[in-house]
């Protein structure tokens, strides 16, 4: 079945630091691919989307390029702040039977360092 | 606008309780899904309602968990004879639409059985 692999936190970084958290796919077809980030206590936020090969999704200085031929979404920001402190979760949506259900990966929880 | 309401926020029974979890979808969106969040762990599919109809129960446990999304008023997961296993973090996100459609998600129901 779909699943999702992202890269095992915790990662903690200072301020203004590159951040890159990886996140790797298996699914059937092309799915749909997203970025969610959950704040202490909180729901899960929507943070950015691709829905085809190629396509880069981008939010509040976050990127993720949807990349086919590694099946891989890898979340990008040049320089974090501590308000980036949460857990990251990468979801694959895919096609066909039970496409409406999200497959999330683990979570990867980021703590950022003034 | 508001945002998809779940409640309560917190919900806390003794082993051989029901519980029931309440989701408002959002104005104007007609499907509803349940995912289940252990701790440290990602979130895992339950079921997907569109109104008066359960359309994927893949992820539901098979005993003493049902869900239903009436004609009028909320969605509503309900636990019955709950075991301490069932502690977790329930969340409801809701579509326009399925397939590609983004899902925006509530707060959450935490339940902790005691």
């Known amino acids: 079945g779909d699943s999702v692999t992202q890269m095992e936190g915790p990662v903690t970084l200072s301020e203004e630091a590159f951040l890159t958290i990886n996140c790797t796919y298996t699914?059937?077809?092309?799915?749909?691919l997203f970025w969610y980030v959950q704040y202490p206590g909180e729901g899960l936020q929507l943070l950015l989307k691709a829905t085809k090969a190629d396509d880069k999704g981008s939010n509040k200085g976050f990127e993720a390029t949807y990349r086919k031929e590694t099946t891989s979404f890898h979340l990008e920001k040049g320089s974090v702040q501590v308000s980036d402190s949460a857990v990251y979760f990468c979801?694959?949506?895919?096609?066909?039977?039970?496409?409406?259900?999200?497959?999330f990966g683990q979570g990867t929880r980021l703590t950022i360092n003034p | 606008n508001a945002g998809v309401m779940q409640n309560p926020r917190h919900l806390v029974r003794r082993r051989g309780q029901e519980a029931r979890l309440r989701c408002s979808p959002m104005k104007g969106h007609s499907h509803v899904y349940w995912y289940r969040q252990l701790p440290e762990e990602g979130l895992k599919f339950m079921v997907y309602?569109?109104?008066?109809?359960?359309?994927?129960e893949s992820g539901m446990p098979k005993e003493r968990f049902s869900a239903e999304f009436p004609k009028e008023g909320p969605s509503i997961l309900r636990i019955q004879q709950v075991v301490r296993g069932d502690s977790a973090a329930y969340f409801c996100?809701?579509?326009?639409?399925?397939?590609?459609?983004?899902?925006?998600f509530g707060p959450g129901t935490r339940l902790t059985v005691l």
């Open positions: 979801a694959l949506s895919g096609l066909g039977k039970g496409a409406q259900k999200l497959v």
């Open positions: 996100a809701s579509s326009k639409a399925d397939g590609t459609d983004t899902q925006y």
């Open positions: 699914a059937t077809g092309y799915p749909s």
């Open positions: 309602l569109q109104k008066e109809n359960i359309i994927d």
